[in-house]
């Protein structure tokens, strides 16, 4: 940090935020559900394998939020998550961007705006990541336990769950078309 701050953001107001993705689709997880004592639930569990990913990112000191829907998880998904990134971080301000080693975050051919350093947590530590509850807190709330009808639904599901969670935050969309 001390390091990011006399370097790229020297003279500014560093923003933390903390960024990853969550894979939604039609073969989701079955999570915990309330039962009578002696009872088996059920639940409604897909076979098809139609997904979408919800990449986000959140600065809570800010209460700021920014994420996007997309139909791959990649270095191109990145990039474009960078951007929206970087479309929230105050004009003043450096963004130090909090978030796993995935291969994408690393790539070479990622391109990471000047308003953004990436600080990369530690191997196999998702547990220092905030952003892993909100998923949790998501396929708990509005996820799981659910057959999506198509592609644009799991899409709506995703931005609605965002939105909901993220208290209205926006929600830009790119499915791929």
């Known amino acids: 940090m001390a390091e990011i701050a006399a370097g790229p953001a020297k003279g500014k107001v560093i923003e933390i935020w903390f960024q990853d993705e969550a894979r939604i689709g039609q073969k989701n997880k079955i999570t915990r559900r309330w039962a009578k004592r002696g009872t088996r639930p059920s639940a409604p569990h897909d076979q098809r394998t139609r997904s979408a990913y919800i990449f986000g990112a959140i600065c809570p000191k ?6 996007l829907v997309m139909p791959w998880c990649d270095t191109h998904a990145m990039n474009q998550h960078l951007i929206e990134i970087s479309r929230h971080v105050a004009y003043n301000a450096h963004a130090v961007l909090i978030m796993d080693q995935a291969g994408w975050h690393m790539s070479n ?8 350093t990436i600080l990369p947590l530690p191997p196999k530590s998702p547990e220092l990541n905030p952003v892993e509850n909100i998923w949790q807190f998501m396929r708990n709330n509005w996820l799981s336990n659910r057959v999506f ?3 644009d639904d799991i899409v709506d599901h995703c931005c609605y769950a965002w939105r909901t969670r993220a208290h209205r935050v926006s929600c830009p969309i790119n499915n791929g078309n």
Not at 62 to 67: M, T
Not at 109 to 116: D, G, Q, T
């Open 149 to 151: 009808k198509s592609y």
């Open 109 to 116: 051919n990622l391109i990471v705006p000047e308003n953004i």
């Open 62 to 67: 800010q209460g700021k939020a920014a994420a």
